[in-house]
């Protein structure tokens, strides 16, 4: 049973648009939530996080929101560029035993059009 | 600073023969974590250091893999006999340990069994 969904496996972007990536979460124990972004043939890189007792995070360009009621995370990218074209995972942490474990969603390759 | 370093980044081997994967984590960091990036089952952690002990090794998949750390800046993975379903990338991350720590992952090393 999949804890972190990330129901889109794409999306297509024009460049300087805004891109809106999706994930959900079913364990109520979550209580932080990251974003990663891979590039082909490199490790996933931290993005942006957000603790379970904040509803928004901002980083320059990025933006994460936290609807803990809908156990609903997006990140937006606003304006999207083409070097933000990669794959996006959502990942999640729960409270308590075994606290260091991140669980991962499939990803979502983001592609932005020039 | 550099970050976490994974050596080799590739390995192609022939079933039956010991594959050694290394890394380096990120100084200063206590915390470290070995994952299996497959298509079928995505990003899973296989074994979790804290502090050089070894504190969850759940996620091995069998006898066959073990992996040590020997000290606070060196790890290994090794798995002995390899077969081909073992193909995958594997990455190590490292972070510090408690409260909104971020994992920072490296490259991985993507690991072909013939």
């Known amino acids: 049973d999949q804890q972190v969904k990330q129901n889109s496996p794409s999306l297509s972007v024009q460049e300087g648009r805004i891109s809106i990536l999706n994930c959900d979460y079913t364990?109520?124990?979550?209580?932080?939530f990251l974003w990663y972004k891979k590039y082909p043939a490199e490790g996933p890189t931290f993005l942006i996080s957000?603790?379970?007792?904040?509803d928004k995070n901002e980083d320059g360009r990025f933006t994460v929101f936290l609807n803990k009621s809908a156990k609903h995370l997006s990140l937006h990218i606003v304006p999207s560029q083409p070097g933000d074209s990669a794959v996006y995972f959502c990942?999640?942490?729960?409270?308590?035993?075994?606290?260091?474990?991140?669980?991962f969603g499939k990803g979502t390759k983001l592609s932005v059009i020039p | 600073d550099a970050g976490v370093i994974q050596s080799p980044r590739h390995e192609v081997t022939e079933m039956g023969q010991e594959v050694t994967l290394r890394c380096k984590p990120i100084?200063?960091?206590?915390?470290l974590f070995w994952y299996r990036q497959t298509m079928m089952r995505g990003l899973e952690l296989l074994i979790y250091?804290?502090?050089?002990?070894?504190?969850?090794d759940s996620g091995m998949p069998e006898d066959r893999f073990s992996a040590k750390m020997p000290n606070a800046s060196f790890s290994t993975l090794k798995i002995q006999p390899s077969e081909p379903r073992d193909s995958a990338v594997y990455f190590c991350?490292?972070?510090?340990?408690?409260?909104?720590?971020?994992?920072?992952f490296g490259d991985g090393t993507r690991l072909s069994i013939l």
């Open positions: 991350a490292s972070s510090l340990e408690g409260g909104y720590q971020p994992q920072h």
């Open positions: 364990n109520s124990m979550f209580d932080y």
């Open positions: 957000i603790s379970s007792i904040k």
């Open positions: 990942a999640a942490r729960a409270i308590g035993a075994g606290s260091y474990q991140l669980t």
């Open positions: 100084s200063g960091h206590n915390s």
């Open positions: 250091f804290n502090n050089n002990v070894p504190i969850d």
